[in-house]
């Protein structure tokens, strides 16, 4: 079953504006992840952010986690064609590591327009 | 650059025959995953290995499923017989998991995927 549930499930904007995808979960985790995946391809980790942060950035990516409430959230900036994607978040259960696989969420489908 | 292997890219037969996919994970990474992915369920773990040994398979419908790592270079998935709701695509992930500081596992912080195996059961 998903841990996290990933909205919109899907997004389309203009190239140059950003995008925001929220993703919850329901346990507690020890980190999540954000993966992109173009079609017909493999998923590609894109970032990680563990439990004990808050907010990480890498290039035009930003991903913020609240614990709190169980959610984070990925934004990229400046979006571009090439960003047209599906984005998933996935989680690491469990306040360890320990044996727990990923759980990945359903995802949100970007379309970025020229 | 290294990167996670799978053949074949593409297959279809028909309901009753048997399937292999294979999986060869990147040098040196010692946990290997297997996820199914359809629209209807999105991407549903199978069962995963850590250094060869199977830790987990309760996603896998274990009459016609079966996941092996002959070596640490290869990882199979084989349906038998095959239907039709078996349809999607089929990924095989690895990555690394090293010891913490306090002796915990720190599993799976980053996971490679392979361009997965798109299978069509007629």
């Not at chain 1, 079609?39 to 890498?58: A, M, T």
């Not at chain 1, 934004?75 to 306040?95: K, M, Q």
Request: glycine share 8%; aromatic share 8%; hydrophobic share 30%.
């Amino acid at each position: 079953s998903q841990q996290g549930e990933e909205d919109p499930q899907a997004l389309s904007i203009q190239e140059g504006e950003n995008a925001t995808m929220n993703c919850s979960y329901k346990t507690s985790i020890n980190n999540l992840q954000w993966y992109r995946q173009n079609s017909g391809r493999g998923l590609v980790h894109l970032i990680l952010i563990r439990s004990n942060e808050r907010e990480k950035h890498s290039g035009r990516l930003r991903v913020t986690l609240d614990t709190s409430k169980k959610s984070s959230s990925l934004l990229i900036t400046a979006s571009r064609a090439a960003d047209t994607a599906s984005y998933f978040c996935a989680t690491a259960p469990g306040e360890f590591s320990g044996n727990t696989p990923l759980v990945f969420g359903k995802g949100t489908r970007l379309s970025v327009i020229a | 650059d290294a990167r996670v292997t799978q053949t074949p890219r593409h297959k279809v037969t028909e309901m009753g025959q048997e399937v292999t996919m294979r999986c060869q994970p990147i040098l040196g990474h010692n946990t290997v995953f297997w996820y199914r992915q359809t629209m209807m369920q999105g991407l549903e773990l199978l069962a995963y290995f850590r250094n060869r040994a199977p830790l987990d398979d309760s996603g896998m419908p274990k009459d016609r499923f079966s996941a092996e790592m002959p070596d640490a270079t290869l990882a199979t998935l084989k349906i038998q017989p095959s239907e039709p709701r078996d349809s999607a695509v089929y990924f095989c992930a690895s990555g690394l998991t090293r010891r913490g500081d306090s002796g915990i596992r720190r599993t799976n912080e980053k996971l490679f995927f392979g361009s997965g195996t798109q299978l069509s059961v007629l």
